[in-house]
């Protein structure tokens, strides 16, 4: 490219012409400075204080479009973006109010910084990614409650969301490698990996101010404003691929897992105490689908299989209940991998148990029984001799009974709560076992008619 100019022009020696080459060369100088100027258009005529003052009347999406005008006019936002009269305008900070004053009725200021991450995208368009982060940091710095420990009350500000907008907006359309060179540039000025490291080496609960806001930053400037899932994973394979298993599991408890909604804290002992909700386990679930992917390059689906099984006993072995309820959000191929490879690992007795728990959690959340016959179906086939197969089968009977003896056990003690839950588990569990076995006896009989 650089030939082709040099060859396009006839150079003209500089001892022969020395004195036109001089006023060839002001013209040029004066001719350029015109051009800059003649970018400008109207506008040309105004000083810099009475053009940032015509930009104060500007929808900030007006700006941004002005931006890609010229060369000239980027770099005039680019310095109005930076000038403390720009930063009154374009970076708001009332972030604990869900509209901003003084704008139209549902113009919030998530909105505003989606607008602010276009208009600086624009504005850095040609610059390499590093200066375009090391800018928008300088200019962003100020703002409190884009840290991830700047805000007093982080559960009650919209900062990390507005934080998370821009940063989406920004970023849309940049391939891998500059998206990754964003997230270590982030773990840079946030500290981020130091923070990970001390939640996960901690006992659960004992730094809970720190949980909560790791859980929110990771959420709401990583995680929730993408469109595509592929984006979606890929920030969440930056957070937990540096880690062990075993810590990686207690990361995605600390994002996705239950929460308080009183103050927003990690509940730890959810899973351990007593039966819960699908809604305490549809982000943990919606997170393992992710990591599940098939766009999920990084991860195997041995990878995924072994992180469930890890997490069902963050920070103690979860009940049974809650194990299964898990699976079954998380759909049928990774609960049926999962159960596969307890099969094909011999562990037919915790197989058995967890179909059992399978039943019950149909029963109560109203899903069909014959989607836990036709699964166990499916695993039996996994089974490669009809004696493991065989046995499989009476060890699934042998739970259904010692589990209900359990809960009758229970029910005779006399240990009541309540809501008199022993009493109604009971009950879940026989008419679990009566309706697994009605789906058997239907299936049996319609092969065999």
Request: hydrophobic letters at 40%.
């Amino acid at each position: 490219m650089t030939s082709q100019v040099r060859t396009s022009y006839t150079l003209i020696p500089n001892q022969k012409y020395r004195r036109s080459y001089r006023h060839s060369n002001k013209f040029n100088i004066l001719e350029t400075f015109s051009s800059s100027l003649s970018t400008l258009g109207s506008f040309k005529a105004l000083p810099l204080e009475i053009f940032q003052m015509v930009l104060e009347y500007l929808p900030v999406k007006d700006i941004s479009m002005l931006s890609m005008v010229s060369k000239t006019f980027s770099s005039h936002l680019f310095n109005y973006i930076s000038s403390p009269i720009g930063n009154r305008r374009l970076l708001l900070q009332d972030f604990h109010h869900p509209e901003l004053p003084g704008n139209r009725k549902g113009f919030s200021i998530v909105e505003h910084y989606r607008s602010i991450g276009l208009l600086l995208k624009r504005c850095t368009l040609l610059l390499p990614t590093k200066d375009r982060l090391r800018y928008i940091h300088r200019v962003l710095s100020e703002i409190s409650c884009f840290k991830l420990n700047g805000c007093s009350d982080p559960l009650h500000c919209s900062g990390l969301e507005c934080y998370g907008v821009f940063l989406q907006t920004l970023t849309a359309g940049w391939d891998e490698l500059e998206c990754h060179r964003v997230y270590i540039f982030l773990c840079e000025v946030s500290n981020l990996p130091r923070r990970l490291q001390t939640v996960v080496s901690s006992k659960p609960g004992s730094a809970r101010k720190l949980e909560l806001r790791i859980r929110i930053f990771c959420r709401s400037v990583l995680l929730n404003h993408w469109i595509h899932r592929s984006d979606s994973l890929f920030w969440l394979t930056r957070i937990l691929k540096p880690w062990p298993m075993v810590n990686q599991a207690r990361l995605l408890y600390i994002i996705f897992g239950p929460a308080s909604p009183l103050d927003g804290h990690v509940v730890w002992q959810k899973m351990t105490e007593g039966p819960t909700d699908e809604t305490s386990l549809k982000g943990l679930a919606e997170a393992i689908k992710l990591l599940y992917d098939p766009q999920a390059k990084e991860w195997t689906a041995d990878d995924v299989i072994s992180l469930v099984d890890e997490l069902a006993v963050v920070p103690q072995e979860w009940l049974l209940e809650n194990s299964a309820r898990l699976l079954i959000l998380c759909g049928n191929t990774i609960c049926f991998t999962f159960m596969a490879s307890k099969a094909v690992n011999g562990r037919a007795i915790e197989l058995a148990r967890l179909v059992v728990f399978l039943a019950l959690v149909c029963e109560k959340d109203l899903y069909c029984m014959d989607w836990a016959v036709k699964m166990m179906q499916k695993v039996c086939k996994v089974f490669s001799t009809p004696s493991e197969r065989n046995n499989f089968l009476q060890s699934v009977e042998n739970a259904f009974a010692h589990i209900i003896m359990d809960s009758l056990q229970s029910v005779i003690s006399g240990e009541h709560d309540e809501e008199d839950s022993s009493f109604l588990n009971l009950f879940h569990l026989v008419n679990a076992q009566a309706n697994f076995h009605k789906e058997i006896l239907y299936l049996t009989m319609s092969n065999s008619i």
